[in-house]
């Protein structure tokens, strides 16, 4: 380790592999004079991450400098399959170049090289010169590099280097044998050829056993597997092509010293006036640039982090004296070790927990229970403002508190990484370690005093994109409610679940055996490649459409089913019947807590792209709505002695909000009159109702709802896909506002990143404006959907908190017990249940003002299955 530390470092980075994963992880961005630049900031945001947390004696960010290389001439096919650049992205080329001139760090690039074939090479001569090399990517081509002690990779995105036995546990050979495995696989993204039918682990295992490609191909005749030899025979000249493509130039005549690679210092005006023309005022504020007028450089300099270990409750309390001057808040992250603590940006501490009791009766003087009581007094004065991440989770429940996680999901819903290390990374730049092995007190300090700056970060960002109800008026206060409710559990009858698993087994084994008989061969049903041999090679059913890959996954036998194929429809049954078994009757009876005889699901509040709820460990909102067998298991779920179940559930929320934001005055009518809104739909489309053109409007409301395509509605009705466009198309003739509000979200989400819920909550949408047509379609319906289930998510969560309110302040000993997307259950004494069904009715349907009224349905009885 002496040697390394001894060793000069040089930092190769791969700049458009920090591109690309910048364009994908930030939302759509422009500077002032609308160029596209969100891949510029997020590029420049990782450089500069990276010069701050890793001091290197040398560094160079790498580029292609163009499509064609080397390469092309021995094999013009080369990379011919590469999509082009996303048209967003190509102006945003050359501003990354200029992004690494304004951060001081050389930039290099050569025609007829790819920038691996530079790095290879100033990685053998950094090498030569006895410099420690770090390629700065996660590229597979780069990992043949890798040398411990001379060279490493460093994945930046999850802060993880990667050494011979990284390689190795990836490809199953060591770095110097990469190239032979990568020769045998091909690679698809580049139209490298490889042996066909050879994946990763044949080619490992083949390479393992020959020692390398060449005594691989030249004993290719000895090899048992008739398929495996004849390939290798045959496309011999294949995979020495493709170790000539895959092979790293290492002696490229770049004309550069490696002395002109030298880190260099900031420059914080040349950085400030690059930040100012593109409107970076959050990376400015990081370095103390400001972007209005001329750039300056904060000279203050930063406060030196204070941290104390302190070692007994007096110390405690000692500290935390001066709390008040310090400006009342108190960041607190706790471990099992003990409580990291900081009351300001640079001043933390850690108590240590101390269980050692000399006798049953002594706790000891630092146990947790006596840390906790000294804290106590701290938390209960509301002038102190508590500072935590996931509040919900850490069993701390201060009077006045500040949740930096659910802070963060409210500026940020629908972009993910809530996890602490991942929230100061992005808003503060700041990284954290990521604990691969114990953490020391200091560095669980060190996420305390974090927990404080993003605090001020978050607050300023929520004021400014005028969050603050969101947070304050409905997430914050309902997290009291979420705990109340998982703590109170739902009572379950496990004989009845036990009884109902015996009955799902016996139903499969009668499936089993008529699939069985259709297939005249008995086989592994939920092996899916069995499965595809029997449907596909023995009976040579075909899906419809084109598949690179034939699958048996269930849009597949959907497919087969509708075609009248009845084993698939077999199959699928009895998938439904395991996964209900499995999921539900099965496991539910081992989820009872032994303590309480009840089920506590755990509601995740920071997981959802549009600010619903989520359940998990049990998760019970994917119990099926519409099949008999989901009403049974629903069954299983029963109310307490001498209690009813009171079900309270939104009526058609999503469509109501649809006619209020897109303002659809025939729907409004309609919704206002108290009319059936599906016969309405019916008799505006066909000209009459009847069950049929009943049942078609009600698809067509709700799937438009979701952005359905014409495809996906001729799946739901079972026609033509032409005629689901032509219904189509006429829905949005008759309902033009319809249309208006999707073309106009799109397009707003597009300009923005984000649309807006009634309630002002902002939901972001990724790849929105993505090349890949697929994946931009389906940004496209999540945009049109997400103001509208979104929605429905804040009016539901207003309405749980007056509920409970109301609740508490009649002194009712109703309980809120589960939520289940636009669904409420209750728990309620038998003689106030008819009274608490009331109550729950009137402040769901006034929790929010529409331009059509909210309905309920509310029903009471013994189990779930009974009032759902």
């Not at 009766?361 to 938390?379: H, M, R, V």
């Not at 201060?398 to 996680?405: Q, R």
């Not at 689901?724 to 397009?747: C, H, L, N, S, V």
């Not at 990724?766 to 997400?786: D, G, T």
Request: overall charge negative; aromatic content about 8%; proline content about 4%.
């Amino acid at each position: 380790m002496s040697d390394l530390e001894n060793k000069k470092s040089l930092y190769l980075i791969d700049g458009y592999g920090f591109v690309f994963r910048a364009y994908h992880s930030m939302p759509p961005l422009t500077n002032p004079a609308g160029t596209p630049v969100g891949a510029v900031y997020g590029f420049t945001n990782m450089l500069l991450k990276l010069r701050n947390t890793h001091k290197a004696d040398y560094m160079a960010v790498v580029f292609d400098a163009g499509s064609k290389s080397f390469r092309n001439d021995i094999y013009p096919q080369y990379k011919a399959n590469r999509p082009p650049a996303p048209e967003d992205l190509i102006p945003q080329f050359d501003l990354v170049r200029d992004a690494a001139k304004a951060l001081n760090i050389t930039s290099l690039e050569q025609k007829g090289l790819e920038a691996d074939d530079i790095i290879a090479t100033l990685t053998k001569q950094g090498q030569a010169q006895n410099l420690h090399v770090t390629v700065v990517s996660s590229d597979k081509d780069l990992m043949q590099l890798v040398q411990d002690g001379a060279v490493q990779m460093y994945d930046p995105m999850r802060d993880k280097y990667i050494n011979e036995a990284a390689v190795a546990d990836k490809f199953a050979v060591p770095p110097a044998k990469v190239l032979d495995v990568l020769s045998l696989m091909g690679d698809s993204s580049d139209n490298v050829p490889g042996i066909a039918g050879i994946g990763p682990k044949t080619a490992a295992e083949l390479i393992n056993t020959y020692g390398d490609l060449d005594n691989l191909l030249a004993n290719a005749g000895d090899i048992k597997q008739n398929k495996r030899r004849q390939s290798l025979i045959e496309q011999a000249d294949m995979a020495r092509l493709s170790r000539e493509l895959i092979t790293l130039k290492t002696d490229a005549q770049l004309g550069v010293d490696l002395q002109t690679l030298q880190s260099k210092e900031l420059d914080a005006t040349k950085l400030g006036e690059f930040l100012a023309g593109h409107g970076f005022k959050s990376i400015a504020a990081k370095i103390g640039a400001k972007i209005e007028g001329k750039p300056v450089v904060n000279n203050e300099p930063a406060k030196p982090t204070e941290f104390t270990e302190l070692k007994s409750i007096a110390d405690l309390t000692n500290w935390l004296a001066d709390l008040f001057e310090c400006g009342g808040k108190l960041a607190i992250y706790p471990h099992a070790n003990g409580l990291a603590i900081a009351k300001s940006g640079h001043q933390s501490a850690f108590i240590e927990y101390n269980n050692n009791a000399n006798d049953l009766f002594d706790e000891g003087e630092l146990s947790q229970a006596k840390i906790t009581s000294a804290l106590q007094p701290y938390l209960d004065d509301d002038s102190n403002l508590i500072l935590l991440h996931n509040v919900k989770e850490n069993g701390i429940n201060p009077i006045a508190y500040d949740d930096i996680a659910l802070m963060y999901y409210v500026a940020n819903t629908g972009m993910g990484g809530y996890e602490l290390p991942e929230i100061t990374d992005k808003l503060l730049n700041l990284p954290l370690k990521t604990f691969k092995q114990e953490p020391t007190n200091k560095e669980l300090a060190d996420y305390a005093i974090t927990l404080n700056q993003a605090h001020t970060a978050l607050y300023q960002q929520l004021y400014q994109d005028k969050l603050m109800y969101i947070y304050h008026r409905l997430e914050k206060p309902l997290v009291k409610v979420i705990q109340t409710m998982e703590a109170e559990g739902t009572k379950i009858d496990p004989q009845f679940l036990l009884a109902l698993s015996q009955d799902f087994a016996t139903q499969m084994q009668g499936l089993e055996a008529q699939i069985y008989a259709l297939a005249n061969e008995e086989f592994n049903i939920a092996s899916p490649k069995q499965l595809g041999e029997v449907l596909f090679t023995k009976l040579d059913l075909k899906p419809n459409g084109k598949k690179k890959k034939l699958s048996t996954n269930a849009e597949v036998l959907e497919d087969l089913a509708a075609q009248g194929h009845e084993i698939a429809s077999k199959v699928l049954e009895w998938r439904g019947y395991q996964k209900l078994k499995t999921t539900y009757t099965d496991a539910l009876p081992k989820q009872i807590n032994p303590q309480t005889g009840r089920v506590h699901t755990s509601f995740g509040l920071t997981v959802t792209t549009t600010g619903r709820l989520s359940s998990t460990n049990p998760n019970l909102q994917n119990i099926p709505i519409r099949t008999e067998q989901g009403k049974k298991i629903r069954q299983a779920f029963i109310a307490s002695q001498g209690n009813k179940l009171i079900a309270a559930d939104y009526s058609q929320i999503e469509l109501r909000l649809l006619a209020h934001v897109a303002g659809i005055q025939s729907l409004i009518t309609a919704l206002n009159d108290g009319g059936d809104i599906h016969a309405a739909t019916a008799m505006d489309m066909f000209g009459q109702v009847t069950p049929e053109t009943r049942r078609q409007a009600k698809t067509i409301n709700f799937g438009i709802i979701y952005g359905i395509s014409a495809f996906g509605l001729a799946q739901r009705l079972g026609i033509p896909q032409s005629q689901a466009k032509e219904y189509i198309d006429m829905y949005f003739a008759k309902y033009p506002g319809i249309k208006r509000y999707m073309d106009d979200t799109i397009q707003y989400a597009a300009e923005h990143g984000y649309v807006n819920t009634i309630m002002g909550r902002r939901c972001y949408i990724k790849n929105i404006e993505s090349s890949n047509v697929p994946l931009r379609k389906f940004s496209e319906r999540a945009a049109i959907n997400a103001p509208l289930q979104g929605g429905a998510a804040d009016i539901i969560k207003k309405a749980m908190l007056d509920i409970q309110a109301e609740l508490t302040r009649q002194n009712m000993a109703t309980k809120m017990i589960l939520q289940v997307h636009d669904e409420l259950i209750f728990d309620a004494p038998e003689a106030e249940a008819e009274q608490a069904a009331k109550l729950i009715t009137n402040i769901m349907q006034t929790a929010y003002k529409l331009d059509v009224p909210l309905l309920v349905d509310a029903n009471i009885g013994d189990n779930w299955a009974q009032v759902h």
